[in-house]
């Protein structure tokens, strides 16, 4: 009997490729099904007279045949069992669920090192319940191994290699956390370009106090003519341009102003989550009104974390697939624009709507700015969900800019987390 071989494709069709490996079980079912009615078929209308060997025991020659059937059939099942355990192989290899197998020659040894389960000396922690440190990687690290392997790679107490759009690449790539590196981080000196608070909010930043490798531009006048995203159009241009009249000037029915917001929350808005906030300057029209707001970016294109850090305000590098490192219920208030479109699936909306409800305090506002509504299903996939969270909506504008046939319709909010007593989730 032939072997069964399975081709499930290259892994990238995440979403199909459960339904690809149900069909393959269910064709060998079907296979195995109808090889075992045809072996029955055959043994049943098989007639003896017509034959040469017919000199043997007709009955005794049905039984060896029929034990041939069975012997048959029990050779199919196995092999239907070991395809599926080979499935769900397959499968835990494509999510990366495997743990790094340490015992690879190609590893880095300091990602060895680094992984290495360290007993504690002196046995189980009674408080804990744990009898070792395990050092904590992103699981789908396992999947992007060489690029880990030459970020892991690197002399243990010397300078690190300048190598940050490497990095971001394996975060963006599931790798989070990344495994901690015993060298020195490139320093840029910052002496002298630095100003007192709150004048920094809005001074321009020198091009020579951020690090500019791995990205096209190497200035910030490069920067400021290009289009970085929806969020970030000419956002490093502090002076010119329209940077430094968000939030207090409106272009549109769908901006909304930092006074009439906060008047929303009643005086009770102190800290804030700031999601994939650009250069900053959410942030810092918050502190202006002594509202402390964390801006969540990456460095995509452009150096954001050191941007918001050189206007004294508080950079937070994490990618929206990482679980904010925050306890339950902490912020007063939680921003976000068309970043909040991570795409793929509704369930990925629903993952970081689900983080956003969690870090939110009841009572707290969520101010969702200008997200741009690319279809109808998009709008109505995100105006379902946030109606299921039960939220109080405090403003709702649905509205359409840029005019010559082809406008696009954004949608800004302030919700209100409402005070769950009982869960307020709605099923639709
Ligand atoms: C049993 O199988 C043999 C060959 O495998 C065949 O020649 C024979 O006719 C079969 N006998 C019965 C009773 O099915
Ligand atoms: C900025 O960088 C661009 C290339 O990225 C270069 O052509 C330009 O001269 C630079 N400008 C300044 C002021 O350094
Ligand atoms: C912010 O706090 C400072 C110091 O407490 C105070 O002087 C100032 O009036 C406050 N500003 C606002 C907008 O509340």
């Known amino acids: 009997m032939g072997s069964v071989s399975l081709k499930i494709g290259d892994g990238t069709a995440r979403f199909r490729r459960a339904t690809i490996c149900s069909s393959a079980v269910n064709g060998l079912m079907l296979f195995s099904v109808l090889t075992t009615n045809l072996f029955a078929l055959y043994a049943f209308t098989w007639n003896p007279k017509g034959h040469s060997n017919s000199h043997e025991n007709p009955l005794l020659q049905a039984h060896k045949n029929m034990s041939l059937i069975t012997e048959q059939v029990s050779l199919i099942m196995k092999e239907i069992e070991s395809s599926q355990k080979k499935l769900a192989q397959m499968e835990k290899e494509l999510l990366g669920y495997e743990s790094i197998d340490l015992s690879n020659p190609n590893i880095a040894s300091e ?24 050092a904590s990687v992103g699981h789908s690290c396992s999947k992007s191994m060489d690029m880990l392997s030459q970020y892991m790679n690197y002399k243990v107490n010397g300078q690190c290699p300048d190598d940050w759009s490497l990095a971001q690449k394996l975060i963006l790539r599931g790798c989070e956390p990344l495994p901690r590196r015993r060298c020195f981080a490139k320093t840029i000196a910052k002496v002298g370009n630095l100003y007192p608070f709150p004048a920094s909010l809005w001074k321009p930043v020198n091009d020579k106090i951020v690090s500019w490798s791995g990205m096209a531009c190497k200035n910030f006048t490069c920067l400021n003519s290009k289009k970085l995203s929806k969020d970030c159009v000419g956002c490093f241009d502090l002076v010119n341009g329209y940077e430094n009249q968000r939030f207090i000037k409106a272009r549109g029915k769908n901006d909304f102003l930092i006074d009439d917001v906060l008047a929303m929350g009643g005086g009770g808005t102190r800290i804030g989550l700031d999601i994939a906030g650009g250069s900053g300057t959410f942030a810092a029209r918050m502190a202006e009104k002594n509202v402390t707001v964390l801006t969540q970016t990456l460095n995509v294109d452009a150096p954001y974390n050191e941007f918001i850090a050189a206007r004294g305000l508080f950079p937070l590098f994490l990618s929206l697939d990482h679980r904010f490192p925050f306890y339950d219920n902490a912020f007063d208030l939680v921003h976000a624009g068309s970043a909040l479109d991570v ?79 009982e869960l307020a989730w709605k099923d639709s």
Request: hydrophobic share 35%.
């Open 111 to 134: 990602l060895k090192t680094y992984l290495q389960r360290h007993v504690l000396p002196l046995g189980k922690d009674s408080k804990t319940g744990i009898t070792e440190m395990v």
């Open 343 to 421: 795409g793929g699936k509704p369930e990925k909306l629903e993952f970081l709507m689900f983080d956003i409800d969690r870090v939110l305090r009841a009572g707290g506002l969520f101010w969702l700015d200008n997200f741009y509504c690319a279809s109808d299903e998009k709008k109505r996939d995100l105006t379902r969900l946030i109606e299921r969270f039960g939220y109080k909506k405090l403003k709702w504008v649905v509205g359409e800019k840029g005019g010559s046939g082809q406008s696009e319709v954004y949608l800004s909010a302030v919700l209100q987390k409402p005070a769950k007593m």
